[in-house]
């Protein structure tokens, strides 16, 4: 991206988490995705910023919307870029992950993006390996991209971040979204409430600074932005909800309870939705939902992020 002599710098060699960030190291990546966001928008959308560098994604866990941005990110920096298929891997047939940690590191890549079903596993490859690593989602701990473009998202939309009433609402206790965006808008002045039911909201919540709601009106009352979580049934042992039609009645998002939260209030969600558990489609899909724009920011963090790390790269 094209830079000038004041542009800041995030002097960390991987990124694992929002915890332990600085509000100002977060601006600065947030500063340079939005300079990515105008590269791509343009018809030439190749730089070579990471020319000559290797990144290897590597996900344990699917996810399509995560994966192909992080490759399309790599690729628009002019990385040679390799998606790691684990499903056809030796992790199936036996082999460790630091067995795999090594086997990377020996093949010399510059960066590895990690995606993985153990909160913790992306934090352990990191001390196995020489190269930069960036954390796409580990266990229900942090996911930390996630949280820059939700911010990033906010920001453009809401000219600041500082003084917002952001609602994170639904699947808190199994949403690594849901902590590293707590982390990441409380670190930048943001009002933070989380809203569910008790069976799906961590014990302890409140410690990490936020306001506590269990009933959606309330929660939405005065928000400035309403951000909706996916009811992660892969993460649950037993029935945290009596089904999904009661779950939409009572949490579900729709337009009726959309008017509790401010008139210029704005709709995010992750991804993946599923329409009609945790979000209405009318809502999903009306002039207040943010949704397909946090796709876009999402590769223009990618950018930022992968850019800002190969400055710390030897040989940068």
Same mark, same amino acid.
């Given at each position: ?38 590269? =791509? ?21 699917? =996810? ?18 390799? %998606?790691?298929?684990?499903? %056809? ?7 460790? !992950? ?30 196995k390996v020489d ?69 799906? !909201? ?15 009106? =309330? ?38 309870k959309l008017r ?5 209030? !704005? ?50």
């Amino acid at each position: 991206m094209p830079q000038g002599p004041f542009t800041p710098t995030f002097p960390r060699r991987h990124l694992l988490g929002v915890e332990g960030l600085a509000a100002s190291e977060i601006t600065a990546l947030l500063d340079r995705a939005d300079a990515a966001v105008s590269v =791509s928008r343009q018809i030439e959308k190749k730089l070579s910023t990471l020319r000559g560098r290797t990144q290897i994604n590597l996900f344990f866990e699917a =996810s399509t919307r995560t994966q192909s941005s992080f490759e399309i990110a790599g690729k628009r920096l002019g990385a040679d870029v390799m %998606n790691m298929s684990v499903a %056809n891997s030796s992790v199936k047939k036996g082999e460790t !992950l630091i067995d795999t940690a090594m086997t990377l590191n020996a093949m010399h890549p510059d960066i590895i993006v990690v995606r993985h079903h153990q909160a913790g596993a992306v934090h352990l490859l990191a001390r196995k390996v020489d190269c930069s690593v960036i954390n796409a989602g580990d266990g229900a701990h942090e996911h930390p991209t996630q949280a820059l473009l939700d911010a990033l998202t906010i920001r453009r939309n809401k000219g600041r971040i500082e003084g917002l009433v952001v609602a994170i609402c639904g699947d808190i206790l199994h949403s690594r979204v849901a902590r590293s965006n707590i982390l990441m808008l409380g670190a930048l002045g943001a009002r933070v409430r989380v809203v569910g039911p008790s069976t799906l !909201l961590p014990p302890a919540i409140e410690q990490m600074g936020v306001e506590v709601f269990r009933d959606m009106r =309330s929660g939405l009352r005065d928000a400035d932005i309403v951000m909706m979580l996916r009811l992660q049934r892969e993460r649950m042992d037993g029935a945290f909800v009596p089904s999904a039609k009661e779950y939409f009645r009572f949490f579900g998002l729709d337009e009726d309870k959309l008017r509790f939260a401010k008139p210029d209030a !704005l709709v995010m969600h992750p991804g993946p939705m599923n329409r009609g558990v945790e979000i209405d489609s009318l809502v999903a899909d009306g002039a207040r939902s943010l949704i397909r724009e946090q796709v876009e920011m999402g590769v223009a963090v990618r950018m930022a992020v992968l850019e800002a790390l190969a400055e710390n790269l030897p040989n940068a």
